[in-house]
């Protein structure tokens, strides 16, 4: 049982990886803080092997849902499987549909980053890259105070 943030997105599209540079820019950080990093990507049974029951789980990616881009936004797990047959997100639906036919006993976060441009290309965009430093600040203010709502409930 621990908390665990699992990156995922293509690497090659864009803002679509935005989830997993976030998470590369914020690893030292976050295992500093004990919570363990994984880098998905689009594996999700990848993702779903590093999953134990128990487990606080974040997921980070990228989003298209007409905010305004680099927005972050989260939702809680429980909702989140409400909405993943939506197609709302880009590569979460398949983790998020595999956890729950998986019926696993997890809680925790989608962490969303609103995407700029997604479209075949490497690197994120230039403008999600002008404001990855206030995305990363906001993601990890996100995940130390689910954390800290966990230890204290």
């Known amino acids: 049982m621990g908390m665990k943030v699992i990156a995922i997105g293509s690497r090659i599209m864009r803002d679509d990886a935005a989830g ?45 849902s007409g905010r305004p881009w680099g927005t972050v936004w989260q939702l809680p797990l429980q909702n989140a499987f409400l909405k993943c047959s939506q197609n709302q997100f880009q590569h979460d639906a398949d983790l998020l549909s595999i956890l729950k036919t998986k019926n696993l006993q997890v809680t925790g976060l989608l962490i969303c980053i609103e995407a700029a441009d997604i479209s075949q290309g490497w690197g994120l965009s230039r403008a999600l890259q002008s404001k990855l430093t206030i995305i990363c600040k906001e993601i990890i203010g996100i995940i130390l105070k689910f954390r800290g709502d966990i230890e204290h409930a």
């Open 20 to 64: 997993i540079i976030a998470a590369e820019e914020l690893v030292e950080e976050l295992v500093a803080e004990g919570i363990q990093v994984i880098i998905g990507e689009t594996d999700a049974a990848y993702c779903l092997d590093c999953i134990n029951e128990g487990d606080s789980i974040i997921i980070l990616d990228a989003a298209v």
